[in-house]
């Protein structure tokens, strides 16, 4: 993922050559918008959107998500407890349950800010593990393999079809030419690999939501 705290990644947010950078090259009047990475909030509504599982239900108790074994055991006894409702699981993420001295692990790396201290204002980092999280996490993994299955399902036959029906859902547009080609690649390469059709998709998915597209507005 990109340095957003650099200058010339903030530049090349537009097209070189662009009228705007020839008369407002230091974006003083607002020409553009600086390239901008989602919050672990709003990343997990949009990867739960991607998936086609995000539940739209307002209003209620705060949602108890289900946390990693390891952090579960320094919760202590009897403050662990989990919506027991599945569905309920699947909320957007202003309705997660927020406890200030714990936070859930997805929102925690990507630099939700410390309950116990005033926060004027959010840092945004751009790290290692932030990766790791999204590449290997339980959520993540469940996530993929579910919007593959219903890629599959949807009748898509052709690889040019599926890196398409994946763009559109996790980017919410059609893939570049490059994009296509290294989609069609990559699954040419992973089927072989696999045991199912299904699992080579999954992987797809799951690079795609690793990627700068998918983390960061433009």
């Known amino acids: 993922m990109p340095d957003i705290h650099s200058q010339d990644e903030r530049r090349h947010v537009v097209p070189p050559g ?3 950078l020839a008369v407002d090259s230091a974006n ?3 020409s ?3 390239r901008r990475r989602l919050s672990g909030e709003a990343l997990r509504d949009f990867l ?4 086609g599982r995000p539940s739209l239900r307002q209003g209620g ?3 108890r998500l289900p946390m990693p074994q390891e952090v579960k055991v320094t919760i202590p006894k009897g ?4 919506t027991e409702d599945v569905a309920e699981h699947d909320r957007r993420s202003i309705y997660v349950f927020a406890r200030r001295n714990l936070r859930y692990p997805l929102f925690e790396i990507f630099d939700r800010p410390d309950a116990l201290a005033s926060c004027a204002r959010r840092e945004v980092s751009t790290t290692a593990p932030q990766s790791l999280m999204l590449m290997n996490s339980a959520f993540s993994l469940e996530l993929v393999k579910g919007l593959a299955r219903q890629i599959l399902m949807a009748g898509q036959s052709d690889h040019d079809a599926m ?3 994946v763009s559109w859902r996790c980017l919410s547009r059609a ?3 490059a994009e296509r080609a290294l989609g069609r690649e990559f699954l040419n390469r992973q089927t072989a690999m696999t045991e199912t059709l299904e699992e080579a998709v999954a992987d797809y998915c799951l690079a795609v939501i690793n990627s700068s597209a998918f983390c960061y507005v433009d």
């Open 48 to 51: 739960l959107s991607a998936g």
């Open 163 to 165: 890196v398409e029906a």
């Open 61 to 63: 108790p705060g949602v």
């Open 79 to 82: 403050k662990a407890s989990v």
């Open 18 to 20: 662009s009228a705007c």
């Open 28 to 30: 003083l009047d607002y």
């Open 32 to 34: 553009r918008m600086y």
């Open 175 to 177: 893939a570049s030419p």
